[in-house]
């Protein structure tokens, strides 16, 4: 497996930590200052981005048609490595701003949310724009 999908494996299991627990605590209900259903959006989202689409991210950097030989046999990694900083700076954004936005709905945690959530879109963008090759096709027959 290359370096940089072990990269995306190992965050998504963390991501899955983190949602589990965030989960659990939801769960629990225990008396503080956050109302405890502020935090289920944040759940969510380190579940489904955290955890699924970095998986996701991982695998299929790791196992879709490769494009050529060698070292680069991938393609050009560095989408790749945009796309996973910015699906975790989205996704930290929004692990900060939902719960604030919750407590205390303000300007400030409404931008980071609308921050976090273009951060993601443009991992995805980037993602997309460095697999594209790899699932059209055309690399057997020297279009790549």
């Known amino acids: 497996m290359p ?6 494996v190992k ?12 989960d659990a605590l939801a769960l629990m209900r225990v008396p503080g200052p ?12 380190l579940f489904l981005v955290g955890w699924v689409t970095q998986m ?8 879709f048609p490769i494009v050529g030989y060698g070292p680069t046999k991938r393609g050009d990694e560095r989408p790749v490595w945009v796309a996973w900083f910015l699906l975790n700076a989205g996704l ?3 692990t900060v701003a939902e719960p604030w936005q919750a407590r205390a709905a303000g300007p400030w945690p409404a931008g980071l949310l609308v921050a976090g959530a273009w951060l993601q879109w443009l991992a995805g963008l980037a993602f997309t724009w460095h697999i594209w090759p790899r699932i059209r096709g055309w690399y057997r027959r020297g279009r790549a």
């Open 3 to 8: 370096r940089l999908a072990r990269l995306y």
């Open 11 to 22: 965050t998504a299991f963390i991501y899955l930590l983190l949602a589990l627990a965030v």
């Open 34 to 45: 956050l109302p405890w259903a502020a935090l289920r959006p944040t759940y969510w989202h």
């Open 56 to 63: 996701i991210f991982g695998a299929a950097y790791w196992m």
């Open 92 to 94: 930290v954004l929004r």
